[in-house]
């Protein structure tokens, strides 16, 4: 007889996953210790490994389990053949009789404890070797829900230990090296939330593809979490700033994406399935799935669960759409991310561009090429052709047996935080989910290369395209006395360079987030009556539908996309330069054509400044400065410092400052410092003056070459006449420097010079500029040059 073959959650903890398998024992651990801190679970409870074993002694199956193993292995039986048949034993076995009324009673008890005589649980697998720190397990075993009465409860019983049999999870034990005969499985009974009627999603408490560990990652979608976790929609994403959650007052959330949520798993009415697909409404289509606060209180949760684990962790969640309340149903640790240590930095470098045949979520940081193996449906598997990449409506876990043997793999649909997407991570092949179409635009043996190296947008190539790999160890990067920052204008890369060592962000471009993430031009949301074109007012319609006001949207995105890009470096200073579009930029913005004259020259035009206290902009830039103000304030990045660029006067300086004043910007006011763009001639001969309205230059040396040489820095004639290195070029730039120091502000350069130009940056540490900022990818072979130019120069070292 077997002692207590059952034990209640509260009764369980983390010591215990050799008795209920890891998941079990991290929600016996969840009840117990973090219940008090906030925390809400769903009662249950679980049966031991113990009971697994005596059920397989009761019945007598253990040797025939063996003998089936040893053929599969032996090649003399297939994957396919195998698993059914050790799942049949399991499903034509009998739980010995006192286990059988353990179960039994534990559930009457579950069900009183609720007030429900009838009660509706989920019932779990956990098997005894999954979520261990090297193997997530990922959805191995099979889950079951809606089981409501003590026949259905036996019968998903049985069947949860049949699922420790299932073709994928013995592919994924042959993968890891674990003896199938040594892992036992525990059986979770945990009350149902109504999340049916409610959300559920998954999340995580690191950046699941850069590693980056400040940031809580969440999935959400409209009915149970299945259909997040197992990639069959495409979810809402959220991302959340931990450091900053302890301020009541602030709401760091950087990123929120709402995603297409086509269809929702919901109980099921009758028949034999307990659960069924339906489609979603417009409305939920259209709307996020969770708020601001329900946002923040998860993420809340996830910096608990992860302080008291002491790493990473990956959890579920779900919210009961009977009362609202938030629960988190499952909680282990995340397997790859937090296992890379070291200070050594991996580049993928695309060596050759070609066209973009789909895009998507990048999972992982690598890139691969081969030729596309279209497969539809698990069914069809044998198909799959070594080394070639994988293009399939979606990735679950029955795809375990393909995925290691991929280069690659595409799918249709899924989030970054499926279960696929976590095991694609675990075995290194770089994915990109949640294209939409990609089974419908690659087509089978067709050449492709797949992109998961340009930030958290995946892209799909046409053709085998050329790439090289570089490995870095940052540990080896000298210090220098100047400061060394990055120039970043992707939401989407910000993570992907968390590792640089970089002393904050010299110049973050606010118009990338405007052409990319917003596409709208700002007076058309202002002023949407004046936009002719009807599909580009429908288009207006379509990408502000989730908010309240069209101008919300343009604030909203702005600001979360401002904080991804600081958030990597906080507290460090991060310097974001006011939009500096050009007219025909801007003309190219949904709604743009509206509100733009054709200019001759737009590069010696309408732009910068001048825009920001004109009439005809006027509006647009007050909403710049609301996401500005909502980045600072609301958000809590207050080291993010705004840039002017392109100011021709003095005054002109003067009416930008009183227009930024008069939207909440004052300089000085609750620590805003604000810089200017030197990239005028103007700028140079009168910087003392400037220098008494900014509390900071940077040197733009595009702009300052163009106009100091007169070279259309765009024109591909003149091309050869371009360089910063024109000893016109460096006298201003020495000039410039001299009078900031002078007037004791401080100057640094944010243009392509040093990044293109190694000797470039030593002349700047020579004339002792105070920063110089990179782009990412050209920092780890700029920096040694600038340490040896601040050592030629005898200057004291960072140290």
């Not at 008795?19 to 929600?27: D, F, I, P, R, T």
């Not at 259905?152 to 049999?165: G, I, K, T, V």
């Not at 940056?761 to 780890?780: C, H, K, M, Q």
């Given at each position: 007889?077997?002692?207590?073959?059952?034990?209640?959650?509260?009764?369980?903890?983390?010591?215990?996953?050799?008795?209920?398998?890891?998941?079990?024992?991290?929600?016996?651990?969840?009840?117990?210790?973090?219940?008090?801190?906030?925390?809400?679970?769903?009662?249950?409870?679980?049966?031991?490994?113990?009971?697994?074993?005596?059920?397989?002694?009761?019945?007598?199956?253990?040797?025939?389990?063996?003998?089936?193993?040893?053929?599969?292995?032996?090649?003399?039986?297939?994957?396919?053949?195998?698993?059914?048949?050790?799942?049949?034993?399991?499903?034509?076995?009998?739980?010995?009789?006192?286990?059988?009324?353990?179960?039994?009673?534990?559930?009457?008890?579950?069900?009183?404890?609720?007030?429900?005589?009838?009660?509706?649980?989920?019932?779990?697998?956990?098997?005894?070797?999954?979520?261990?720190?090297?193997?997530?397990?990922?959805?191995?075993?099979?889950?079951?829900?809606?089981?409501?009465?003590?026949?259905?409860?036996?019968?998903?019983?049985?069947?949860?230990?049949?699922?420790?049999?299932?073709?994928?999870?013995?592919?994924?034990?042959?993968?890891?090296?674990?003896?199938?005969?040594?892992?036992?499985?525990?059986?979770?009974?945990?009350?149902?939330?109504?999340?049916?009627?409610?959300?559920?999603?998954?999340?995580?408490?690191?950046?699941?593809?850069?590693?980056?560990?400040?940031?809580?990652?969440?999935?959400?979608?409209?009915?149970?979490?299945?259909?997040?976790?197992?990639?069959?929609?495409?979810?809402?994403?959220?991302?959340?700033?931990?450091?900053?959650?302890?301020?009541?007052?602030?709401?760091?959330?950087?990123?929120?994406?709402?995603?297409?949520?086509?269809?929702?798993?919901?109980?099921?009415?009758?028949?034999?399935?307990?659960?069924?697909?339906?489609?979603?409404?417009?409305?939920?289509?259209?709307?996020?799935?969770?708020?601001?606060?329900?946002?923040?209180?998860?993420?809340?949760?996830?910096?608990?669960?992860?302080?008291?684990?002491?790493?990473?962790?990956?959890?579920?969640?779900?919210?009961?759409?009977?009362?609202?309340?938030?629960?988190?149903?499952?909680?282990?640790?995340?397997?790859?991310?937090?296992?890379?240590?070291?200070?050594?930095?991996?580049?993928?470098?695309?060596?050759?561009?070609?066209?973009?045949?789909?895009?998507?979520?990048?999972?992982?940081?690598?890139?691969?090429?081969?030729?596309?193996?279209?497969?539809?449906?698990?069914?069809?598997?044998?198909?799959?052709?070594?080394?070639?990449?994988?293009?399939?409506?979606?990735?679950?876990?029955?795809?375990?047996?393909?995925?290691?043997?991929?280069?690659?793999?595409?799918?249709?649909?899924?989030?970054?935080?499926?279960?696929?997407?976590?095991?694609?991570?675990?075995?290194?092949?770089?994915?990109?989910?949640?294209?939409?179409?990609?089974?419908?635009?690659?087509?089978?043996?067709?050449?492709?290369?797949?992109?998961?190296?340009?930030?958290?947008?995946?892209?799909?190539?046409?053709?085998?395209?050329?790439?090289?790999?570089?490995?870095?160890?940052?540990?080896?990067?000298?210090?220098?006395r100047t400061a060394v920052m990055v120039n970043i204008a992707s939401p989407a890369a910000a993570f992907q360079w968390w590792r640089l060592p970089a002393a904050g962000v010299g110049l973050a471009r606010m118009e990338f987030i405007i052409s990319n993430l917003i596409r709208i031009h700002?007076?058309?949301?202002?002023?949407?009556?004046?936009?002719?074109?009807?599909?580009?007012?429908?288009?207006?319609?379509?990408?502000?539908?989730?908010?309240?006001?069209?101008?919300?949207?343009?604030?909203?995105?702005?600001?979360?996309?401002?904080?991804?890009?600081?958030?990597?470096?906080?507290?460090?200073?991060?310097?974001?330069?006011?939009?500096?579009?050009?007219?025909?930029?801007?003309?190219?913005?949904?709604?743009?054509?509206?509100?733009?004259?054709?200019?001759?020259?737009?590069?010696?035009?309408?732009?910068?400044?001048?825009?920001?206290?004109?009439?005809?902009?006027?509006?647009?830039?007050?909403?710049?400065?609301?996401?500005?103000?909502?980045?600072?304030?609301?958000?809590?990045?207050?080291?993010?410092?705004?840039?002017?660029?392109?100011?021709?006067?003095?005054?002109?300086?003067?009416?930008?400052?009183?227009?930024?004043?008069?939207?909440?910007?004052?300089?000085?006011?609750?620590?805003?410092?604000?810089?200017?763009?030197?990239?005028?001639?103007?700028?140079?001969?009168?910087?003392?003056?400037?220098?008494?309205?900014?509390?900071?230059?940077?040197?733009?040396?595009?702009?300052?070459?163009?106009?100091?040489?007169?070279?259309?820095?765009?024109?591909?004639?003149?091309?050869?006449?371009?360089?910063?290195?024109?000893?016109?070029?460096?006298?201003?730039?020495?000039?410039?420097?001299?009078?900031?120091?002078?007037?004791?502000?401080?100057?640094?350069?944010?243009?392509?010079?040093?990044?293109?130009?190694?000797?470039?940056?030593?002349?700047?540490?020579?004339?002792?500029?105070?920063?110089?900022?990179?782009?990412?990818?050209?920092?780890?072979?700029?920096?040694?040059?600038?340490?040896?130019?601040?050592?030629?120069?005898?200057?004291?070292?960072?140290?």
């Amino acid at each position: 007889m077997v002692q207590s073959p059952v034990k209640w959650f509260e009764d369980t903890g983390i010591g215990d996953v050799a008795q209920v398998g890891g998941k079990n024992a991290s929600l016996g651990e969840l009840i117990r210790s973090l219940t008090a801190r906030g925390v809400r679970v769903p009662d249950g409870f679980a049966t031991t490994a113990d009971a697994y074993r005596a059920f397989l002694d009761a019945n007598g199956i253990e040797a025939a389990m063996r003998s089936r193993i040893r053929d599969y292995r032996a090649g003399e039986a297939t994957l396919r053949a195998t698993g059914e048949a050790i799942r049949a034993l399991f499903l034509e076995s009998e739980f010995p009789v006192d286990i059988a009324g353990s179960i039994r009673t534990h559930y009457r008890e579950l069900g009183r404890r609720a007030g429900l005589e009838r009660l509706s649980v989920a019932v779990r697998s956990s098997a005894t070797a999954e979520d261990l720190p090297d193997a997530s397990f990922a959805g191995q075993q099979e889950t079951f829900l809606n089981v409501a009465g003590e026949r259905d409860l036996m019968d998903a019983c049985r069947r949860c230990y049949a699922s420790l049999f299932t073709d994928r999870a013995i592919s994924y034990r042959e993968i890891k090296g674990f003896g199938h005969l040594d892992v036992a499985l525990s059986i979770g009974v945990q009350r149902m939330v109504r999340s049916d009627v409610g959300a559920s999603g998954v999340m995580f408490s690191i950046d699941t593809d850069s590693g980056f560990p400040r940031a809580a990652v969440i999935s959400a979608a409209w009915g149970l979490g299945e259909t997040v976790v197992q990639g069959t929609i495409n979810p809402d994403n959220y991302v959340v700033f931990k450091p900053l959650l302890t301020d009541p007052d602030l709401a760091p959330i950087i990123e929120k994406t709402l995603g297409s949520k086509e269809r929702k798993m919901v109980y099921s009415r009758g028949g034999s399935a307990r659960t069924r697909m339906m489609d979603t409404s417009d409305a939920e289509r259209r709307t996020f799935v969770l708020d601001d606060a329900e946002i923040l209180a998860l993420a809340r949760w996830a910096v608990t669960v992860e302080e008291h684990y002491g790493r990473p962790m990956d959890m579920e969640w779900a919210r009961d759409g009977v009362t609202g309340e938030l629960f988190l149903v499952q909680a282990r640790p995340e397997t790859v991310q937090s296992r890379k240590t070291g200070p050594r930095f991996v580049l993928h470098h695309l060596l050759e561009r070609g066209e973009v045949l789909a895009t998507g979520s990048a999972v992982g940081d690598s890139i691969a090429h081969g030729t596309a193996c279209v497969i539809r449906t698990a069914a069809d598997i044998a198909e799959f052709r070594d080394g070639a990449i994988l293009v399939t409506e979606m990735t679950d876990p029955d795809w375990v047996p393909v995925m290691k043997r991929a280069a690659g793999i595409v799918t249709d649909h899924g989030g970054p935080t499926s279960h696929a997407a976590i095991v694609s991570r675990e075995l290194g092949v770089p994915a990109v989910v949640g294209t939409g179409n990609a089974t419908g635009v690659l087509a089978e043996g067709q050449a492709v290369t797949i992109s998961c190296a340009e930030g958290a947008q995946g892209r799909v190539y046409a053709g085998s395209l050329a790439f090289e790999t570089e490995e870095v160890d940052l540990g080896e990067l000298p210090a220098t006395r100047t400061a060394v920052m990055v120039n970043i204008a992707s939401p989407a890369a910000a993570f992907q360079w968390w590792r640089l060592p970089a002393a904050g962000v010299g110049l973050a471009r606010m118009e990338f987030i405007i052409s990319n993430l917003i596409r709208i031009h700002p007076m058309a949301l202002v002023h949407p009556d004046r936009v002719a074109d009807s599909a580009e007012t429908e288009q207006i319609r379509a990408l502000t539908s989730g908010y309240p006001d069209p101008t919300e949207y343009f604030v909203d995105t702005l600001a979360r996309g401002i904080g991804k890009l600081a958030a990597p470096y906080h507290p460090l200073p991060v310097i974001v330069r006011l939009s500096d579009f050009k007219t025909n930029e801007y003309a190219h913005l949904i709604g743009g054509a509206a509100f733009e004259l054709p200019e001759l020259n737009p590069m010696l035009g309408f732009r910068g400044a001048s825009r920001y206290y004109d009439d005809r902009y006027r509006e647009g830039f007050a909403l710049e400065c609301a996401a500005l103000k909502r980045v600072r304030e609301r958000l809590g990045f207050s080291n993010v410092i705004v840039m002017v660029p392109f100011c021709r006067t003095t005054q002109e300086a003067d009416k930008v400052l009183a227009v930024m004043a008069e939207n909440g910007l004052v300089r000085g006011g609750n620590g805003l410092q604000v810089y200017m763009m030197c990239e005028i001639p103007a700028n140079v001969v009168l910087a003392e003056e400037f220098a008494t309205r900014f509390d900071g230059f940077s040197i733009g040396s595009n702009d300052l070459t163009q106009l100091v040489l007169g070279v259309d820095r765009d024109s591909a004639q003149l091309a050869a006449l371009f360089d910063e290195r024109d000893p016109a070029v460096m006298a201003m730039i020495s000039e410039a420097i001299r009078k900031a120091h002078a007037a004791g502000i401080k100057i640094g350069i944010c243009g392509q010079g040093p990044s293109n130009h190694p000797e470039f940056a030593a002349f700047l540490v020579r004339e002792g500029i105070d920063s110089i900022s990179l782009n990412p990818d050209s920092f780890l072979l700029t920096v040694p040059a600038i340490a040896e130019a601040e050592n030629a120069e005898g200057l004291p070292s960072a140290g």
